[in-house]
């Protein structure tokens, strides 16, 4: 395939090569060989600001408690950074055989983020995903231009950054400290032939937080890959009663990622 990044062609050596994503920074993860050998390379452009180190470093964290890729190599050059990673079985929960199926992949969604909060180890986590730490990082990007200003969405008309920090500025009360996934949707969430969850994967901002900053986005997402009505069955599923405030403050918050 042409127009590869240099660093995929060569992790590819030959192998075919399938852009399977695109990002709106220019990054790309695509899917090399076939099955039942297939690896997957993320990368993300320099001028992104993205490093995909800190991600390798929390799928070595988090392999031994909790299905997720097998990191097989990692770097960066002046273009970018990538990373990659063994395939794992299954499918994502919003392909269209699950987008098929609401009931089974919605269910499996909220089983399987409860899973994953049960298996992290809270006190080894060296990674954090709290509210304070993402508003620090909000404000530094305001400051130095990677935000614009008036594009973070609402409800209503679109909020200044500035707005949506005021906003921000009192979190709700940790309901219960997780390791969090920090991107609870849909396609990160891998499912078997027969509907179970068995593995999540982009684990970028994975961190400690309060479990409803994963699952606030995770209720959101589902509404979105499979139309209203979804948002309970998930919370059913993973075991835990609605928690308005906590839903609409995380909500808030998620949208500027």
């Known amino acids: 395939m042409t127009g590869l990044p240099s660093a995929v062609a060569a992790v590819a050596g030959g192998r075919p090569v399938r852009v399977v994503w695109r990002n709106r920074l220019g990054g790309l993860t695509c899917e090399v060989g076939t099955r039942p050998d297939r690896w997957f390379v993320k990368w993300a452009p320099a001028a992104s600001g993205a490093d995909l180190a800190g991600e390798a470093a929390r799928l070595r964290w988090a392999e031994p408690f909790t299905p997720v890729p097998r990191l097989i190599g990692q770097g960066r050059d002046e273009s970018g950074s990538w990373l990659v990673t063994a ?5 994502d929960a919003a392909s269209a055989r699950w987008r098929a199926r609401p009931r089974v992949a919605v269910r499996a969604i909220g089983e399987g983020l409860r899973a994953l909060h049960e298996s992290l180890p809270v006190g080894s986590c060296p ?3 709290s509210a304070e730490d993402r508003r620090a990082e909000l404000r530094r990007g ?6 614009d200003p008036m594009w973070w969405p609402s409800p209503g008309p679109p909020l200044h950054v500035r707005e949506a920090l005021d906003l921000l500025a009192a979190p709700p009360p ?5 390791v969090c996934h920090g991107d609870s949707c849909a396609p990160n969430t891998l499912l078997t032939v027969n509907g179970r ?6 684990l970028g901002d994975l961190g400690l937080a309060d479990r409803w900053a994963d699952l606030a986005i995770a209720t959101w997402n589902v509404t979105l890959n499979y139309g209203p009505g979804w948002e309970g069955l998930l919370l059913d ?21």
């Open 142 to 147: 305001m400051e130095n231009g990677r935000l």
């Open 174 to 178: 940790i309901d219960r400290l997780v």
């Open 127 to 129: 990674f954090s995903w």
């Open 237 to 257: 599923a993973y075991g835990v009663a609605p928690d308005a405030a906590r839903t609409t403050y995380y909500r808030l918050l998620g949208r500027c990622y």
């Open 197 to 202: 969850w068995s593995a999540h994967v982009d």
């Open 87 to 91: 395939a794992l079985p299954g499918r």
